[in-house]
């Protein structure tokens, strides 16, 4: 094979035994890769098993690899792939404030992640890692020019913290890895995912993560710590000359893109993800009025002006420093060093995303410094920080309205030390309101509910958007757009997930029909799903369904797909996901559960009025349904 490095490695923790075979040439067409080979090989696995009941049990399976355009000079290749079945987005016990509850047991998701790692993997001579069972101790993958072995994990890498022996910081451990394995490139489970956070992230380089979902709860369950990878072996090309040609048409398009002011990707080099702060609260960036930054748990859209300026887009601007980006990232160069320089929140570290600044505003967060400092402690702890803020905004609720009298140190909205303070106790699960708040929602609302009034239970479920397996929404309050409520709401890895489609700048220049906006979200999510199957990053700007792009993958592989027969197969990716959410328990039922609060209209700013209406959102998933050739009930044919 060429692009592709052709072997895939199958790794059982149970019996401590690896098996390296050729990868499927058929899998590798149908389902392009990255996250699409993923789900074909979860779905191989979940038909044989049957649904899976526990996503922190040994039958889970966890797939790390990346794509065939990976490690090639195309901008952006640098994003690698990890699937699951997620412990977040899960519902397993009857839950009394949805109506007709269905359970749901963790959800088809992946994720991906830049940095090294993922073209370290491949130059390392593995396209996916499939690991399956649970190792009987402590252990870790490294794979080392063309060799895959499992090792003891070393005394090293773990401390005794809060009483437990956990694994130590990642920025700790990926240095005792590199000391190991010089030139290496490591993937890192946080004290977090060892102690089962449901939102537990994995950390690769520092600070790039398989973020959302649970994917650091998956390796802790396995007993697994790190993969550590290194190698020298570059790509073979089916015409390397040509494959340069297109690469430097292609290049030319991305760097047109970036060079144009009126294009969004022209911010992208200077403000990275963070150009939406401004955009969402008061239009600036070629928005219209904003008056969608979510604030106080989703309550509002808007809020004083002179607090936002402490937080805004010129704000991070102000601590950024020089680009900090992914492998083979060319133009885009999104993510860019930060330093605080004095204060209780001093540090160096990388600057914020925007879906991160935003959960924390919701959270009434003010603090800039306090919110960098968070995100660095995220990255050591490997907590995912859009799900953590989500978490947190509940609680503050919570603790607002009384329920979390007991723990007596719940912070309240804009209390940025208790919020360090809470992210460690979950993290190192060190007392009881990190052990409540470390686990999926339902039971979080069923363990509160369980010490106060019958009578409020309804009152409790209100305060946690993340509810009913929900990843938790991301940063543009989910009022504003109908159409972005749908994308959030059918994504396949959750629901609040952002990623898998994306309505903003459509909804902001008019799209407001239903049939309109269920075919919008419907066509993102299966370009999506290539994007990600491309190993290619989401700014990636250009169309990967035109010429040169066809010719250039061609050329790398000796893949010849037409425009239609590439879409076809995000189709494919995306119905798959789908298919196997629908054995996980996911239907109509799931989709269209609309939280208590976001029924609740905004009471100011530009979208003051505004909630979600739930007779339209059921008119959108019917259409939307539709759009897929999908049951109204929500389930893929067989
Ligand atoms: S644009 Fe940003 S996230 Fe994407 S590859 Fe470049 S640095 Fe990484």
Redesign the pocket.
Known sequence: MTGFKGRWAWVDLTNRTIRVEPADIGYCRDYVGGRGLQAKLLADHLEKTGPLKDPVGPQNRVIVGSAALNDTAIP?A??GSCSFVGTMARSPEPAPWVPGHKPVHGLVTHSSA?GLFPNMLKRAGFDQVVIDGRADRPVRLEAVDGALRIVDAEDELFETAQGHRVPRRASEITDALAARVKGGSTLTVGPAGWNLVDFACLTADYHRNFGRGGAGAVFGSKNLVAITAYGKDAIAYQDAEAFKAFGQEIDKLVKASVDDPNRTASF?PTTGTTWWLDRAFNGRYLGVKGGYLPWHNFDEGAFDPADYDKVSTDAFLAISGKHN??NK?RH????RSAKVESGPYAGEGVRPEFETIALWINCCILDRDAIFHLNALCNELGVDTMTFGSVMAGAMELGEKGFLAKHGDAPGFGDAAGMVRTLKDIAYRSNDLGRLLGGHSDRVIAEVAAGAAPAALSEIAYCLTTAYGGLGYAGISPKAFPGMFTAYGTSNRGRGDHTYAWTIQAEEGGLKDARDLAAYVAEGQAGKALVDSLGL?D?FTGDITAEPFLSLYRTLTGIGYTPESLKECGRRIYALERRLNNLQGRDRTYDAFVPAKLKVSLGRGAHAGRAVDEAFYNSILDAYYDAWGWSRRGTVPS
Do not use: A, D, I, L
């Open positions: 952006t640098g994003r830049g992208r980006v992914c990232c885009v160069f999104c993510t990053c700014f």
